[in-house]
């Protein structure tokens, strides 16, 4: 079956009741048993029954069941959020005195996650250039548990050799992890391209319209010690695991994802290719553009469609600040891959609480504004920017 059948047409773990076509929301805490020993297999996970919806629930179970159909996964694990699923995945990799090699080139929570809240207890994060294999060979050591990196980085639109980078994690025996976000898991085979597991903000395309939060750790099974970290003492212990009817709206927008994205993608290619062609516009970042400096590699590994999320420079901040003011469709608004087209200005909101330092470390520019591209006609939008440039 191809994604876009497969995505609607995962088998239920158990048969329904009612024989429901869309998976119920199970909105229960707690399941009955017939007898003391059912009771005592279910908590000790001797079988696949659900105990208690803090840890196992029927409607979530189902929801990283389609996902691990679709991606090829041995175990999908559901979050939160995707920064609960991050966090879960680094957490489960790492312990006191090892280091994670990964880059400057983050999500600004994820910079913070790695450098600040993980250093607390005794994680060493080793940032370099990505996109340099020797560099990150450098680095590495006796206590190096695991690279990670994002597939796409947000803002700065750099694309780095996955495989290049799963050679050297894999010599020396320990994960290479990434942060998938910015192109479904659909659109790429990951375990091919060397991942061992893949992070997830399900927030974002799978969701279908912001209509909930969560995240997933897509893990290919291939360090079991890692995943039963995962399984057990990070949904168990953390209490991070994703709520039924989270897992419902994000079943609903997973079976539309395929679709909205080949709109949303071609959408943002189009608006690219104009922006680059707009007085005004000092430079466009975006994969799908041939003169971008890893268009060549980001479509190797990823496809011919380079997501929905694009850039682009204006002469100043001033500028960018009158762009965003201007508005009038667009919404000013965070969040990526709405059904809305969404424009923010990521230097003063997103990566507004770290210093000049730390952005200019980030390569996050005061000039740059950050567009996720909806379901509106592209037309409709380059109108609407166009009016807001003048």
Same mark, same amino acid.
């Given at each position: 079956m191809k994604n876009t059948?497969?995505?609607?047409h995962t088998p239920y773990q158990r048969r329904d009741a009612y024989d429901a076509l869309q998976m119920p929301v199970y909105h229960t805490l707690a399941y009955e048993f017939d007898n003391a020993d059912v009771m005592a297999d279910a908590f000790c996970g001797r079988t696949d029954a659900p105990d208690y919806s803090r840890v196992l629930n029927p409607t979530v179970t189902h929801f990283e069941q389609r996902i691990a159909h679709l991606s090829g996964a041995k175990e999908v694990s559901a979050f939160s959020s995707g920064m609960a699923a991050i966090s879960a995945m680094l957490m489960s990799a790492a312990s006191a005195g090892k280091n994670i090699i990964s880059s400057t080139h983050l999500f600004g929570n994820t910079y913070l996650l790695l450098t600040k809240t993980m250093a607390r207890y005794g994680v060493e994060a080793r940032l370099t250039d990505l996109t340099d294999p020797a560099a990150v060979e450098a680095l590495v050591d006796e206590n190096t548990c695991c690279i990670f990196l994002e597939s796409v980085t947000n803002p700065q639109t750099e694309v780095a050799d996955v495989k290049a980078l799963a050679a050297i994690a894999h010599k020396h025996g320990f994960p290479l992890i990434a942060d998938t976000t910015m192109i479904p898991f659909t659109? %790429? &085979?990951?375990?091919? @391209?060397?991942?061992?597991?893949q992070v997830v903000s399900t927030t974002k395309y799978i969701s279908g319209g912001a209509t909930s939060l969560g995240g997933v750790i897509i893990d290919y099974g291939n360090f079991p010690e890692i995943s039963l970290f995962i399984k057990k003492d990070c949904v168990f212990n953390f209490g991070g695991?994703?709520?039924?009817?989270?897992?419902?709206?994000?079943?609903?927008?997973?079976e539309t994802m395929q679709v909205r994205y080949e709109r949303q993608?071609?959408?943002?290619?189009?608006?690219?290719?104009?922006?680059s062609q707009t007085p005004g516009v000092m430079a466009v970042g975006y994969p799908g553009l041939e003169s971008h400096p890893q268009h060549k590699l980001f479509t190797e590994q990823y496809g011919d469609r380079a997501g929905a999320m694009l850039t682009f420079d204006l002469e100043s901040e001033a500028a960018c600040k009158r762009f965003i003011n201007g508005?009038?469709?667009?919404?000013?608004a965070t969040n990526l %891959? &709405?059904?809305?087209? @969404?424009?923010?200005?990521p230097a003063s909101t997103i990566f507004g609480p770290l210093t000049q330092a730390q952005r200019d470390a980030m390569d996050?520019?005061?000039t740059t504004i950050r567009l996720s591209v909806g379901l509106e006609d592209p037309e409709d939008l380059y109108a609407d920017i166009k009016q807001a440039l003048e």
């Open positions: 059948t497969k995505a609607i659109q %790429f &085979d990951g375990k091919a @391209l060397g991942l061992d597991f695991y994703m709520t039924p009817h989270a897992a419902y709206m994000q079943t609903l927008g997973l993608a071609d959408s943002a290619l189009k608006l690219a290719k104009m922006l508005l009038k469709l667009i919404h000013r %891959f &709405d059904n809305r087209t @969404l424009a923010i200005h996050v520019k005061d």
